[in-house]
């Protein structure tokens, strides 16, 4: 397969103006007739040759221009396309296929999950369905008709209002769908199915009355409750902070099991993974709550950003994206802990993005070159964009960034347009030169800053140095300076932060150099800097601070990210510290000044339990790997286990007192202070569970048993399951199983917990896992449950020293890679990060990727994850 690059972009010379699509569903051979209205584009170079994309799976059955049949020398069919030699300006084109939903096991295009059809069309699926300009410049008015049997597909869905319906003789039935919006084919879908809805209605702000339906399987209809309540807060949060009303009559969601990624969102028509829209208390932890919500809000927000206005081409595609995630994390601080919100979304950026911008496959924001799409669904893409968007409504101010984002939606509503146009309506909104801003888009890599500074007691003046500079990426070696906002506070030694300019505590600072230094006057004692507030900028910041200045800030920080941080950055000093002493053999202990923080910590968690699970969490393996100079997993694992059995042991008498003080007494809610208790208790169980005491042990047992919600009764089995009491394990995770073998997504977890145990023979298990019933190697949900989990949660076993794990993995990818080669890239992600590993570990993974590499035949996806990992 070919690079695609950014500079080659040139305007479609065709565009179609209306298509009316036909379907006669059929498991293994549906028939699609389309009929498009097309003209020459204006704005295009003039040719007479009109190329459609095509997947090779599709078979032409019939193609006419204005009514007549094309003669087979008329037009050229490719691998890839279809191409019409000689077309005339405007024209009416027809075309019938036949496609094959029941072997299509990638889930992209039109296929079956469990029995119904449904589609997944971004970024390049609807050619798989019919020969179409699939670009998303190109955008057409979709009327749609669906054909099926009625008995078996009762619920027949497309973009859009429903217009008509009928019944034909042989015991089929028809719907058709008209979307009214000009769409690109990405944003097309379809679903027909035995289904049931659960109804709602939204008044919207200019008094439309929506429709609001979400489809499921008739056993999960009960378990629709939490994502239309999420749905109709969605939609009022979208008019009151951005002033965007929904625009059509009706809005569908529908739960599929078979699903790539979380959801879609299609005009009109979202399709959900399951494990993204299904939520009851019995059978779902907060987690699984709070991702329902969030994915349903970023799902729905991309009504706007995203359909309304769209993407001109591929490389844009954080344009939605990065706007999207931000849209969605603004939300969810909205709904519940702004704090808790961030210290989670930084979490995710620290840990897996920045692996990735330090990793073979690391890329701009708005990358300059691909091989495949599908790889580029990047947590660069999503989460680094909204951390850029996040910075420009940093840098502007909240009313500012909103007349941006008005003038943005007003300027290109209907339009395919690019992350310069909306980098530019904020430019024209604030007066301001974002030219250099824009170095965010095309630049890869996390950018380090060097902070130092002086105090001048005499002149009470305090000077800030900062040196940014950005390592090299595989794009580019060099790097001009970033332009980003850096918060800053000052703290006097009581605590209480100083005021600064405008009378406020938080102070913006505007980097642009390479070097700058900011001078602060007035300040009447030498201050501590609190640096980068509510983590301004996705960077990564090094100061000089003691282990007490950190300890310091962790109790007095206003600042509730700062405070989080430097409870983690203390925390991550030690667990170096511990490693080193790991690797050279000597015994591991705990300073008494640590137990002391953490003693505090948790004497003051009652105050703030959602607060003090966050500071009462080490740092993760996989913050740490990525914090590491070389990853050591067996001792990053150790260590932390170390801590975790040392602090349990040394304040043991705290963790029971809290457990027992946040015990479920009223029944479960699914409020934001009951779900900060429980995750406070569920902490503090799983640090008395590392004691291996009976008495603990009977504790989590009876939690296991008596909990009305998924939540405890979870927290429980993991941490029985991965405790030492073997039977004990085993007795909870059968319990488990012959409860909930019939909710699959249940099974999911049941699969992770095994998955992720990193006591010794985790291979075997997971091994063995993959031939119990539950598990289906066809169903994506199931493959990351248990080999996903395995290979990127579990970093004892998956990195094994005989390169069992690399082996085991490699195996599945060549397996997956003619299945689902969308799956197959994504699960490969842990071996692209070899350099990383040492010398032993990095021969090992390395000779994996290259029996890859050698198996030849490889789909787009995985040679371009493998290739450029190994180059
Ligand atoms: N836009 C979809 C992702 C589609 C993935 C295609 N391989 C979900 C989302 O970001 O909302
Ligand atoms: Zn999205």
Redesign the pocket.
């Known amino acids: 397969k070919p690079t695609i690059y950014l500079k080659d972009y040139t305007p479609p010379s065709f565009l179609i103006d209306t298509i009316s699509l036909r379907f006669e569903l059929d498991e293994t051979a549906t028939r699609v007739k389309s009929q498009l209205q097309v003209r020459r584009n204006p704005q295009a170079a003039v040719t007479r040759q009109l190329q459609l994309h095509g997947h090779e799976s599709v078979e032409l059955c019939e193609i006419k221009l204005n009514g007549a049949h094309l003669a087979a020398d008329a037009y050229q069919r490719e691998a890839e396309f279809l191409t019409l030699l000689d077309v005339p300006e405007s024209f009416e084109l027809e075309i019938e296929t036949c496609i094959n939903p029941e072997a299509n096991t990638a889930l992209e295009g039109l296929y079956l999950s469990d029995g119904m059809y449904c589609t997944?069309c971004?970024?390049e699926g609807f050619r798989r369905i019919t020969f179409y300009p699939d670009r998303p410049d190109v955008m057409s008015v979709f009327t749609t008709t669906l054909v099926a049997d009625a008995s078996r597909f009762p619920v027949l869905l497309g973009n859009g209002n429903p217009v008509q319906r009928g019944e034909l003789d042989d015991g089929r039935h028809w719907v058709t769908w008209v979307d009214p919006f000009p769409k690109p084919a990405y944003l097309f879908a379809l679903v027909a199915g035995d289904l049931q809805c659960l109804e709602d209605q939204f008044t919207t702000c200019s008094g439309r009355q929506v429709t609001l339906q979400i489809y499921a399987e008739a056993k999960d209809l009960e378990k629709l409750d939490h994502a239309m309540t999420a749905l109709k807060n969605a939609m009022r949060w979208d008019e009151e902070v951005y002033g965007r009303e929904y625009d059509l009559d009706i809005y569908m969601i529908v739960a599929v099991d078979f699903f790539?990624?979380?959801?879609?969102?299609n005009k009109g028509l979202n399709i959900f993974n399951t494990a993204c829209v299904l939520a009851h208390p019995r059978t779902t932890t907060d987690a699984g709550f709070q991702r329902v919500e969030s994915v349903v809000a970023?799902?729905y927000f991309?009504n706007w950003s995203g359909n309304r206005v769209t993407c001109r081409d591929w490389f844009q595609l954080s344009l939605k994206?990065g706007f999207?995630v931000f849209r969605d994390q603004c939300f969810s601080a909205d709904m519940h802990s702004a704090v808790v919100q961030r210290v989670d979304e930084v979490g995710i950026l620290r840990t897996a993005q920045f692996a990735e911008d330090a990793g073979p496959m690391a890329h701009p924001v708005r990358p300059a070159s691909f091989i495949e799409i599908?790889n580029f669904?990047t947590l660069t893409v999503y989460e680094k964009g909204a951390a850029v968007v996040r910075m420009l409504h940093t840098l502007l101010g909240a009313d500012v960034f909103r007349k941006g984002a008005d003038l943005y939606f007003e300027r290109h509503d209907g339009q395919a347009v690019t992350t310069d146009d909306f980098v530019q309506a904020m430019a024209d909104v604030s007066g301001r030169d974002l030219t250099q801003f824009k170095r965010w888009y095309s630049q890869a890599g996390t950018p380090r800053l060097k902070v130092s500074d002086h105090y001048d007691a005499a002149s009470q003046r305090y000077q800030l140095n900062v040196q940014q500079s950005c390592p090299a990426t595989p794009e580019a070696q060099q790097k001009l300076p970033f332009h980003l906002p850096l918060s800053v506070g000052l703290l006097r030694a009581d605590g209480s932060s100083f005021v600064l300019k405008d009378g406020k505590t938080t102070q913006l600072l505007e980097l642009t150099e390479a070097e700058q230094t900011f001078v602060f006057d007035s300040i009447d004692e030498a201050p501590l800097p609190s640096l980068l507030r509510d983590f301004s900028a996705p960077v990564k910041l090094v100061y000089g601070y003691t282990d007490e200045q950190l300890a310091f800030l962790l109790s007095h920080d206003e600042d509730g990210f700062n405070r989080w941080d430097a409870g983690q950055q203390l925390s991550l000093r030690l667990v170096n510290r511990l490693i080193a002493d790991y690797q050279q053999g000597k015994p591991l202990s705990l300073p008494d000044t640590f137990v002391a923080t953490w003693q505090s910590v948790l004497q003051q968690a009652p105050q703030d339990p959602a607060m003090a699970a966050l500071l009462l969490t080490l740092p993760s393996e996989a913050y740490i790997s990525e914090t590491a100079e070389q990853i050591d997993p067996l001792a990053i694992h150790h260590v932390r286990h170390f801590m975790r059995c040392a602090l349990a042991e040394q304040l043991e008498s705290s963790w029971l007192e809290l457990c027992r003080q946040h015990d479920s007494q009223s029944g479960y809610t699914a409020s934001a202070a009951d779900m900060a208790r429980r995750s406070l208790r569920n902490l503090c169980l799983s640090y008395l569970m590392v004691l291996e005491s009976p008495a603990h042990l009977a504790l989590a047992q009876q939690q296991f048993e008596t909990a009305d919600n998924m939540t405890d009764q979870f927290a429980a089995l993991i941490s029985v399951a991965h405790s030492g009491f073997r039977d004990s394990a085993d007795e909870l995770l059968a319990e488990f199983l012959s409860q909930w073998q019939h909710e699959s997504l249940v099974m999911n977890q049941w699969l992770m917990v095994q998955a992720t145990d990193p006591r010794e023979g985790g291979l075997a298990r997971v091994q063995q896992l993959l031939e119990h019933p539950v598990y289906d190697a066809r169903n994506p949900n199931k493959i990351r449950s248990l080999i996903g989990a395995f290979c990127q949660q579990n970093a004892v076993n998956f990195h094994a020293q005989d390169g069992s794990g690399y082996r085991f993995l490699a195996d599945h990818i060549l397996q997956l890679d003619a299945q689902n080669p969308?799956i197959a890239a994504r699960l490969l992600t842990p071996l692209t990060r070899w350099r990383r590993y040492a010398a032993d570990r990095q021969a090992l993974m390395q000779a994996q990727l290259q029996r890859i590499m050698d198996k030849g035949q490889l789909s787009g996806d995985v040679y371009e994850v493998v290739s450029k990992s190994l180059c």
């Open positions: 997944q971004e970024a790539n990624m979380g959801a879609m969102e970023h799902e991309h994206e999207t599908s669904y969308q």
